[in-house]
């Protein structure tokens, strides 16, 4: 099983940034792909972004340009970059890691993109 702590999330006005931060501990020697998935009360779970330990990555269609994912296998983290943040963007935000038998969550971050 791999844990996953998440922090960074927020309050930011529309325009504005965050970043997402995200830490991975245990059986992390198996991870081959971690990203953020957002869920909204109600709503299904969506992913926003995900990175490959080679370093591929895939971005919902409505953050493309404005969201930027990036991994550091070293300290076992993954970071989202979140700039030109709209309102639309508020959601808790969740870190996933995937390993070849299951997918594991964190706990999740609330972002809140507000005026």
């Known amino acids: 099983q791999v844990q996953l702590v998440e922090s960074g999330g927020g309050l930011v006005q529309p325009g504005g940034s965050l970043r997402l931060s995200c830490t991975a501990a245990g059986r992390i020697f198996s991870i081959y792909n971690m990203g953020w998935y957002r869920q909204a009360p109600g709503k299904q779970r969506e992913l926003v972004a995900s990175?490959?330990?080679?370093?591929?990555?895939n971005y919902l269609d409505s953050v493309r340009g404005r969201f930027t994912i990036s991994g550091n296998n070293a300290k076992n983290m993954v970071y989202l970059q979140m700039n030109s943040l709209k309102p639309e963007d508020t959601d808790v935000y969740y870190c996933h890691a995937d390993v070849p038998t299951k997918r594991d969550w964190g706990q999740g971050t609330q972002v809140t993109v507000s005026s």
């Open positions: 990175i490959t330990t080679g370093n591929s990555t």
